[in-house]
Structures are given as C-alpha cells and as structure tokens.
C-alpha cells in the first residue's frame, strides 16, 4: 500500500485585487476594436478574484504541501503587490504589448508565480472577473 506521502495533493488559496484596464489590441483599427471588444474597449474596472492551486507530495515533517501562509505570501508579492489598484495596461510593462484580457493576465500571474513558487509545484491559476466570468489557465 502506497503512504501517504507518496500522494500528489492539491492546496489552493484565493485572493482578491482591483485593476482599471481598456481592451483594446494594436493590431486592429479604433473601428475594428470598437467592434470586438464592445463597451469594454472603454476603461473600466473589476474586482478580480484569483485562486492559485500548486499541487505536490505531502512533507512528513511538517504534514503539508506548503503552508499556506508561505502560499499567501508568494500570491502577496506576484499578484497584489503588482496589480492591485493598478490600471493594467499603464501600470503593468507586460501590458504595453499585450492585450490586457482576462487570458492574458492569467498568464501574466502563472509567469510571476513560477518565478517564486518552488519549481514545478504550480498547477493552476483561476481568475474570475466577475461572479459569471473567468478564465482558468495550467501553464500548458
């Protein structure tokens, strides 16, 4: 029989920020963007909610795959302290050339997160952008 330790587990934390961001892309005319991206081609905002799931095996000394303090402090430095009360696409140098879609920014976080995080322990970044909307992203 397999220990416990020997298990993949799954720990996930949510946090909330909120960001102003315009979509619109450089690739498409003022007429063309009005046109894809409606009246969110205007500056608005949303209060996101991000949860990060890392996955692992479990620590015998200590009983978990990290502790969630230490989760909330890397989620603290990749996601609050560059995009809180930021407006994307002004605030944030990855946005100047990037669309500053719900899609994007969910690879923007995973990129920021694996920088910091443990190697190989992130498993999945989910951003709702609002309580119907969200955009969930594995790395892949």
């Not at 046109?35 to 620590?59: A, E, L, P, Q, S």
């Amino acid at each position: 029989m397999e220990s416990r330790q020997d298990k993949i587990i799954f720990l996930s934390r949510t946090t909330t920020f909120a960001a102003a961001h315009r979509l619109n892309s450089k690739h498409l005319s003022d007429d063309e963007n009005r046109v894809t991206f409606g009246k969110c081609n205007h500056t608005h905002g949303h209060n996101y909610k991000v949860t990060v799931t890392i996955c692992g095996k479990i620590d015998p000394i200590s009983g978990m795959l990290m502790n969630i303090y230490k989760l909330q402090e890397y989620m603290q430095v990749a996601i609050t302290e560059s995009l809180d009360h930021k407006n994307l696409d002004q605030d944030v140098d990855y946005f100047a050339s990037v669309t500053s879609s719900t899609e994007n920014l969910a690879m923007f976080i995973w990129s920021s997160l694996e920088k910091i995080l443990p190697s190989g322990c992130l498993y999945k970044v989910k951003i709702y952008e609002s309580d119907t909307n969200f955009v969930v992203f594995k790395g892949n």
